[in-house]
């Protein structure tokens, strides 16, 4: 129950649909969401595949929890072979996407093929329908998805879709659903573009029934009465994600121009109290209480109702590029939201750009950039020149390591396996440094949290690696778990498995976890998700920060002075692929793989 066990395989070259079964006992290990997607990834995609070919698939799978009315069931995520990174790719977006597509009755969407022509598909129920996109080609995401709903006429329907970033195959482009919700990171925009299927429309008729329906009611109600009491939910409500913009500036872990200092002069005009200047109103995805999205009112750049930027896109867009104009940073962000850009690799790459710029390291001549653009205006124009991949914006579609690379930058781009750094400076912050290093994806804030225990005395101080890899490890496998849900992270936090979860779980689908056995299904996946990397050629070199985070020490805030040193990062690295049970060139030991009832050869193990 909350589960239908079956999966629609959808063919684009074909243009055929199918329904089949999942087997009973992949839905017990691995039991929905990233764990599902994950599985038949592992299980579907060749090894060496490349990202953007016909091969590559993508796995969209609807959490165990998304379509009932637990709090923060919004989520659904896409797992497929990451064309930024050349690994493992999950990625998840809320709004109202995820609950819709699990009323069309399946567990898990597979995409495979490539359509002959620009396309979109309708999927209603397990009917799918094939329909000639070129009209929309070369569209952006908000004049897609009107179109789109307009022409099928049902206020229900939903909308998955891509913009000229993803036609295009920038390596990062992300997937927007519901206009401004989007499965961000990764460039799953890109695999989606290289099958030339511009859209994805949904609308189901199937009721998500639970097993338990008297308990299930009691343990949403506990669930919402523990979350509307939760200090972090109010934070969120109130402000948003913008409301970190002050705490990582005072605690000096915020990247500001590429990440070459940590505190920003023009903080007081783009925090949470200058875009709440600009609020005009507050969204909230499905069944969620905390409505943390706000429209924000641009009247420089667009001149109108925008997004208001997310925390992360503030820093990347604004003081990673020395931008202090909440409108400039509003703006880009709208643009990246309707090209389809992943905000976080677009700030990063910008800031490659801009830094190599004011070193003398790069010329404007060498680019091809206007002359008399500068500032926001040279932003916005780069902004425009990835998405179209237009002049240099061929070489930035591809991202921070392979310009760095081709640019002479050498080990400088902030970024791990190819995906780029997010909001916090790891040189500030050990913890998030290891969970850089360790992200199943890339380097990813979103797997493991640390700095707010560091912070708070919970965890050793952030430039002590005691206590790191210990964290990182439970943590990494708690959120895991959690991804099968498909659940919001600020509702319940990133990676808590309390009883609330277990016992919505449990209601849902009939089973009787507890914290400890629901833990063990995250860190199947995650170990499932690491034989993938290590068949694609990952091993321990590819573990480690660029060599800028080893030797240049921060110039100011509380760790002036501070960097993260390769045999830093080597000693957490042995501790924590002893505590995975991994060997020293982080490969999962078959006794590992035996343990958590992984039937599987390992790549390359001793």
Known sequence: MARF??????????????????????????????????????NEIPTGCDPLGEENKLFMAPGVLSGTPAPGASKYFVVTKSPLTGIFLDTNSGGHFGPELKATGHDLVIIEGRASRPTWIYIENDKVSFIAAEDLWGKGIYETETIIRERLKDPRVRCASIGPAGENLVRYACIANDYSRHLGRGGAGAVMGSKNLKAIAVRGWQDVKVARPELFEQAVKAAVAWVMQNGWVALKRRWGTSEAVEIMNQQGIWPVNNFSATTFEGVDRINHEAFDRGLVRRLACAT???????????????????????FETIT????????????????????CNNYGLDTISTGAVIGLVLDGLRQGKLTQNQL??????????????????IARRQGCGDLLAQGSRRMAEELGLGDTAPQVKGME?????????????????????????????????????????RNSIEGKPEFVKRQQDEKAAQECLGVCQFPYGIGLLGDELINLLNAAIGTNFTVDSFRRVGERIWNLARLFNVREGLSRKDDLLPLKFSIEPLPDGLSRGKTLSYPLQEQMLDRYYQLRGWDED???????????????KVPGGK
């Open 586 to 600: 982080g490969i999962p030991s078959a006794a590992k793989l035996q343990e958590l009832g992984l039937q599987l």
């Open 5 to 42: 066990g079956t999966l629609l395989r959808i063919n684009l070259t074909l243009e055929q649909a199918r329904e089949e079964e999942i087997n009973p006992d992949v839905l017990e290990q691995f039991v929905g969401g990233k764990g599902l997607g994950a599985w038949y990834l592992f």
């Open 368 to 385: 091809g950039l206007p002359e008399n653009k500068t500032g926001v205006e040279l932003v916005l124009w780069l902004v425009n020149a």
């Open 316 to 335: 990347l867009l604004g003081a990673n590029l020395g931008l202090a104009d909440p409108q400039a940073i509003a703006a880009a962000n709208y643009l």
């Open 421 to 461: 750094m997010s909001a916090y400076d790891p040189r500030a912050s050990y913890g998030i440094g290891l969970a850089y290093q360790t992200s199943d994806r890339g380097a990813c804030h979103l797997r493991t949290w640390p700095i707010g225990r560091e912070i708070s005395g919970e965890l050793p101080p």
């Open 288 to 310: 969620c209480p905390v409505a943390c999205s706000k429209g924000y009112r641009d009247t420089t750049y667009t001149g109108g109702e925008v997004e208001g930027p997310e």
